[in-house]
Protein backbone atom coordinates (compact mmCIF):
# COMPACT_ATOMS: atom_id res chain seq x y z
CA UNK A 1 0.00 0.00 0.00
CA UNK A 2 1.30 3.88 -1.17
CA UNK A 3 2.00 6.04 1.96
CA UNK A 4 -0.11 8.44 0.51
CA UNK A 5 -3.08 7.80 -2.11
CA UNK A 6 -4.87 9.93 -4.76
CA UNK A 7 -7.38 9.09 -7.46
CA UNK A 8 -5.13 9.71 -10.73
CA UNK A 9 -8.33 11.41 -12.34
CA UNK A 10 -8.65 12.76 -14.39
CA UNK A 11 -11.14 15.01 -13.48
CA UNK A 12 -12.93 16.73 -16.33
CA UNK A 13 -14.78 19.77 -15.20
CA UNK A 14 -16.48 22.87 -16.68
CA UNK A 15 -15.29 26.10 -16.11
CA UNK A 16 -17.11 27.59 -13.20
CA UNK A 17 -17.19 23.90 -11.46
CA UNK A 18 -16.73 23.12 -8.10
CA UNK A 19 -14.29 20.39 -7.61
CA UNK A 20 -12.90 18.44 -5.05
CA UNK A 21 -10.18 15.96 -4.15
CA UNK A 22 -9.46 13.71 -1.48
CA UNK A 23 -6.05 11.98 -0.42
CA UNK A 24 -5.44 9.55 2.49
CA UNK A 25 -2.27 8.90 3.89
CA UNK A 26 -0.92 5.70 6.21
CA UNK A 27 1.15 7.25 8.48
CA UNK A 28 -0.52 8.32 11.98
CA UNK A 29 2.34 9.88 12.98
CA UNK A 30 2.29 11.80 9.76
CA UNK A 31 2.84 15.99 10.73
CA UNK A 32 2.95 18.52 8.26
CA UNK A 33 0.67 18.67 5.22
CA UNK A 34 0.69 20.22 1.58
CA UNK A 35 -1.05 20.66 -2.01
CA UNK A 36 1.42 21.33 -4.69
CA UNK A 37 0.14 21.95 -8.30
CA UNK A 38 2.49 20.43 -11.10
CA UNK A 39 1.72 22.23 -14.26
CA UNK A 40 2.81 20.00 -17.77
CA UNK A 41 6.20 19.45 -17.68
CA UNK A 42 7.65 22.23 -15.50
CA UNK A 43 8.20 21.32 -12.03
CA UNK A 44 5.48 21.02 -8.57
CA UNK A 45 5.09 23.74 -6.75
CA UNK A 46 3.57 24.94 -3.57
CA UNK A 47 0.10 25.84 -3.56
CA UNK A 48 -1.09 25.42 -0.17
CA UNK A 49 -0.35 24.42 3.66
CA UNK A 50 -3.05 22.16 4.78
CA UNK A 51 -3.98 23.50 8.90
CA UNK A 52 -5.58 21.11 11.04
CA UNK A 53 -8.19 23.71 11.63
CA UNK A 54 -8.69 24.14 7.63
CA UNK A 55 -7.43 26.71 5.65
CA UNK A 56 -8.72 28.90 3.22
CA UNK A 57 -7.12 31.07 0.25
CA UNK A 58 -9.37 32.52 -2.12
CA UNK A 59 -10.91 30.01 -4.16
CA UNK A 60 -8.76 27.07 -2.51
CA UNK A 61 -9.85 25.32 0.72
CA UNK A 62 -7.46 22.68 2.23
CA UNK A 63 -9.29 20.47 5.24
CA UNK A 64 -7.31 17.99 6.94
CA UNK A 65 -8.75 14.74 9.26
CA UNK A 66 -6.51 13.36 11.55
CA UNK A 67 -8.60 10.99 12.66
CA UNK A 68 -9.76 9.25 9.25
CA UNK A 69 -5.77 10.47 7.84
CA UNK A 70 -6.78 11.86 4.48
CA UNK A 71 -6.62 15.79 3.67
CA UNK A 72 -8.74 17.16 0.94
CA UNK A 73 -8.81 20.30 -1.61
CA UNK A 74 -11.43 21.96 -2.79
CA UNK A 75 -11.59 24.66 -5.50
CA UNK A 76 -14.86 26.24 -6.23
CA UNK A 77 -15.39 28.61 -9.69
CA UNK A 78 -12.82 26.75 -11.57
CA UNK A 79 -10.76 28.26 -13.94
CA UNK A 80 -8.74 27.20 -17.39
CA UNK A 81 -5.45 27.92 -15.61
CA UNK A 82 -6.56 25.69 -12.98
CA UNK A 83 -5.92 22.68 -15.05
CA UNK A 84 -2.95 20.80 -13.69
CA UNK A 85 -1.76 17.91 -11.51
CA UNK A 86 -2.07 18.28 -7.83
CA UNK A 87 -0.12 16.37 -5.50
CA UNK A 88 -0.70 15.31 -1.75
CA UNK A 89 2.66 15.41 0.04
CA UNK A 90 2.78 14.45 3.84
CA UNK A 91 5.72 14.50 6.21
CA UNK A 92 6.18 12.62 9.63
CA UNK A 93 8.66 12.17 12.56
CA UNK A 94 12.20 10.80 11.16
CA UNK A 95 11.69 11.39 7.84
CA UNK A 96 13.50 14.52 6.41
CA UNK A 97 12.43 13.59 2.97
CA UNK A 98 8.74 14.62 2.19
CA UNK A 99 6.43 12.06 0.63
CA UNK A 100 4.62 12.59 -2.36
CA UNK A 101 1.31 11.24 -3.65
CA UNK A 102 1.30 10.21 -7.70
CA UNK A 103 -0.90 13.23 -8.06
CA UNK A 104 -4.74 14.34 -9.51
CA UNK A 105 -5.09 15.40 -13.01
CA UNK A 106 -7.81 18.21 -13.43
CA UNK A 107 -8.82 19.56 -16.55
CA UNK A 108 -11.45 22.50 -16.67
CA UNK A 109 -12.52 22.67 -20.13
CA UNK A 110 -14.58 25.87 -21.46
CA UNK B 1 12.25 34.18 -2.47
CA UNK B 2 14.07 30.92 -2.18
CA UNK B 3 15.37 29.68 -5.58
CA UNK B 4 16.71 26.56 -6.60
CA UNK B 5 18.52 26.50 -9.93
CA UNK B 6 19.56 23.57 -11.93
CA UNK B 7 22.25 23.80 -14.44
CA UNK B 8 21.08 22.16 -17.33
CA UNK B 9 16.93 22.10 -18.29
CA UNK B 10 17.33 19.70 -20.83
CA UNK B 11 20.74 17.13 -21.43
CA UNK B 12 21.32 13.90 -23.46
CA UNK B 13 23.97 11.67 -22.90
CA UNK B 14 25.21 8.43 -24.08
CA UNK B 15 25.02 4.73 -22.49
CA UNK B 16 27.86 4.60 -20.18
CA UNK B 17 29.22 8.35 -19.38
CA UNK B 18 29.46 9.70 -16.08
CA UNK B 19 27.08 12.66 -15.96
CA UNK B 20 26.77 15.37 -13.78
CA UNK B 21 23.51 17.01 -12.30
CA UNK B 22 24.06 20.54 -10.38
CA UNK B 23 21.88 21.83 -8.06
CA UNK B 24 22.71 25.51 -6.02
CA UNK B 25 20.12 26.94 -3.53
CA UNK B 26 20.17 30.07 -2.25
CA UNK B 27 18.91 30.50 0.70
CA UNK B 28 20.85 28.63 3.44
CA UNK B 29 18.97 25.71 3.52
CA UNK B 30 20.32 22.50 5.77
CA UNK B 31 18.34 20.21 3.61
CA UNK B 32 18.02 19.36 -0.45
CA UNK B 33 16.49 16.29 -1.70
CA UNK B 34 16.78 14.55 -5.51
CA UNK B 35 13.98 12.98 -7.28
CA UNK B 36 12.74 11.32 -10.04
CA UNK B 37 9.74 11.75 -11.77
CA UNK B 38 8.84 9.54 -14.41
CA UNK B 39 4.94 8.71 -15.80
CA UNK B 40 2.65 6.91 -13.46
CA UNK B 41 5.45 6.48 -10.80
CA UNK B 42 5.13 9.94 -9.52
CA UNK B 43 8.11 11.51 -7.78
CA UNK B 44 10.69 8.81 -6.29
CA UNK B 45 13.81 9.73 -4.29
CA UNK B 46 16.74 9.43 -4.61
CA UNK B 47 19.32 11.06 -2.42
CA UNK B 48 19.12 13.84 0.16
CA UNK B 49 21.57 15.74 2.52
CA UNK B 50 20.95 17.44 5.51
CA UNK B 51 24.08 18.71 5.91
CA UNK B 52 27.65 19.52 4.28
CA UNK B 53 28.97 16.13 3.05
CA UNK B 54 26.14 14.44 5.17
CA UNK B 55 23.75 12.26 3.05
CA UNK B 56 21.33 9.40 3.23
CA UNK B 57 20.05 7.45 0.25
CA UNK B 58 16.32 7.65 -0.52
CA UNK B 59 14.18 5.08 -1.84
CA UNK B 60 16.09 4.54 -5.27
CA UNK B 61 19.95 5.37 -4.76
CA UNK B 62 20.88 2.45 -7.25
CA UNK B 63 22.99 3.56 -9.87
CA UNK B 64 23.55 7.34 -8.38
CA UNK B 65 25.73 9.07 -6.20
CA UNK B 66 25.76 12.42 -4.83
CA UNK B 67 28.07 15.11 -3.62
CA UNK B 68 27.71 17.94 -0.96
CA UNK B 69 30.91 20.02 -0.37
CA UNK B 70 29.17 23.51 0.20
CA UNK B 71 25.59 23.63 1.54
CA UNK B 72 24.22 25.48 -1.41
CA UNK B 73 25.48 23.13 -3.87
CA UNK B 74 23.79 19.70 -4.05
CA UNK B 75 25.38 17.33 -7.28
CA UNK B 76 23.79 14.13 -8.39
CA UNK B 77 26.01 11.52 -9.83
CA UNK B 78 25.03 8.90 -12.42
CA UNK B 79 28.14 6.62 -12.43
CA UNK B 80 27.01 4.79 -15.69
CA UNK B 81 24.61 6.22 -17.34
CA UNK B 82 21.87 3.67 -18.21
CA UNK B 83 18.98 4.34 -20.64
CA UNK B 84 16.81 3.15 -17.61
CA UNK B 85 17.59 6.31 -16.05
CA UNK B 86 15.97 8.49 -19.07
CA UNK B 87 13.77 10.82 -17.02
CA UNK B 88 13.14 14.31 -15.17
CA UNK B 89 15.30 14.86 -12.42
CA UNK B 90 14.38 17.48 -9.54
CA UNK B 91 16.22 18.97 -7.04
CA UNK B 92 14.61 20.65 -3.85
CA UNK B 93 15.93 22.32 -0.88
CA UNK B 94 14.00 22.78 2.53
CA UNK B 95 13.64 25.08 5.73
CA UNK B 96 12.66 23.05 8.73
CA UNK B 97 9.13 23.55 8.69
CA UNK B 98 8.13 23.97 5.48
CA UNK B 99 7.73 22.80 2.24
CA UNK B 100 10.02 21.95 -0.92
CA UNK B 101 10.92 24.70 -3.59
CA UNK B 102 11.94 22.69 -6.49
CA UNK B 103 14.34 23.82 -9.09
CA UNK B 104 12.91 24.05 -12.96
CA UNK B 105 14.11 20.42 -13.62
CA UNK B 106 16.36 18.56 -15.78
CA UNK B 107 14.99 16.33 -18.60
CA UNK B 108 17.85 13.43 -19.04
CA UNK B 109 17.60 11.26 -22.25
CA UNK B 110 20.25 8.81 -22.62
CA UNK B 111 20.77 7.27 -25.52
Known amino acids: RKEVEQDPGPFNVPEGATVAFNCTYS??????FFWYRQDCRKEPKLLMSVYSSGNEDGRFTAQLNRASQYISLLIRDSKLSDSATYLC???????????FGSGTRLQVQP | DVKVTQSSRYLVKRTGEKVFLECVQDMDHENMFWYRQDPGLGLRLIYFSYDVKMKEKGDIPEGYSVSREKKERFSLILESASTNQTSMYLC??????????FGSGTRLTVV
Open chain 2, 92 to 101: ASRSADYGYT
Open chain 1, 27 to 32: NSASQS
Open chain 1, 89 to 99: VVTHTGRRALT
